[in-house]
């Protein structure tokens, strides 16, 4: 089969990625990702300044997945863009992303004007959804200030750009934040970003598992995956065709992959099974979605992307 997929005019050789945060802090990390076999790679979120992030550790591996509270540990903006530039001329045919998750409204204005005003060509991810950073609110629950974001980046932004949402639970949220989405010229909407402030209770020690915030943190992997489905098919359903799917969320097999492709995905990012397994994850992730295709007798993922069935 033919894993290629596409974004717009953004062209892929297959749909697996990192999810931002995981295997691409530093350029050794987003080196080792761009040699993997990924159809393509993102940046750590950034912000304009350099962060430290949340004391350590700030990341557990538990019993279905993960829990972190990094607080937004990075190089800062103008480092990312220096590798993409870098990168968008080595590597022609491999569209980059770069995401960005400013601390406030003007840091992310300013982020996206850098980007606008240079000669990145990749795709721009909007994070709306940290959930670690202590004292800010994941902006994508925050309805009117995601449409007052938008609206002012889109005065001005003129490149392809996608936003990251938390996930949502009600069917209500769906309908109205899609209506707030396709007011925009997005490209994609990648859902869904950690679920935000798990906790979990080591049983030796009585004790949470991760220092920041008392505990809490995002929770990630098979915790998240049927989370992950129904975002994906939820805004598959509500969001105009212009506007596709990445879907992130307890990938770590095939059939997974799979599966978000079938709720509507056209990319599929990988998190916590990427920092547990390595970049190596996506030779394996391959093969066994080209053998889930094979075995359906399909011959590309475009008989594949939001064919899900209902039993009605
Ligand atoms: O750095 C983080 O703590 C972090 C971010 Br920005 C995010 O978007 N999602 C997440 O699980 N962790």
């Not at 050789?13 to 080196?31: E, F, H, I, K, R």
């Not at 007011?183 to 950690?194: A, E, G, K, Q, T």
């Not at 990630?220 to 992950?228: M, R, T, W």
């Amino acid at each position: 089969p033919n894993l290629a997929t596409h974004l717009g005019d953004f062209q892929f050789a297959n749909p697996l990625m990192n999810a931002s945060g995981v295997y691409c802090y530093d350029q050794l990390q987003l080196d080792a990702m761009a040699a993997s076999d990924a159809g393509t790679l993102t940046t750590k979120s950034a912000t304009m300044a350099s962060r430290l992030g949340n004391p350590e550790p700030r990341y557990a591996h538990l019993a279905l997945g993960s829990i972190n509270s990094m607080g937004l540990p990075n190089l800062g903006l103008p480092y990312y863009l220096d590798y993409a530039l870098d990168f968008q001329n080595t590597h022609p045919t491999k569209p980059i992303f770069m995401s960005i998750a400013g601390l406030s409204h003007a840091d992310n204005i300013a982020m996206a004007h850098m980007i606008n005003d240079n000669e990145f060509n990749g795709l721009t991810e909007l994070n709306l959804s940290c959930p670690n950073v202590p004292g800010k609110p994941q902006v994508a629950y925050d309805l009117e200030a995601t449409a007052t974001l938008l609206d002012d980046i889109f005065s001005f932004f003129s490149k392809p750009m996608g936003v990251k949402l938390p996930p949502y639970f009600d069917l209500a949220q769906f309908d109205e934040m899609a209506a707030i989405l396709n007011r925009y010229p997005l490209i994609y909407v990648n859902s869904i970003n950690s679920l935000g402030n798990g906790l979990w209770v080591n049983p030796d020690s009585d004790t949470v598992a991760i220092k920041p915030k008392g505990g809490f943190g995002g929770i990630g992997g098979d915790y998240a995956k049927p989370i992950a489905l129904a975002n994906v098919r939820a805004f598959a359903q509500r969001l105009k065709p212009e506007i596709q799917i990445i879907g992130t969320g307890g990938v770590k097999s095939g059939r997974d992959v799979y599966d978000l492709l079938l709720c509507g995905a056209s990319l599929v990012q990988v998190g916590t099974a990427l920092y547990e397994e390595g970049p190596e994850i996506f030779t394996r992730l391959n093969a066994e979605l080209d053998q889930e295709l094979t075995k359906k007798g399909l011959t590309e993922l475009d008989s594949v992307i939001g064919q899900l069935k209902t039993l009605d």
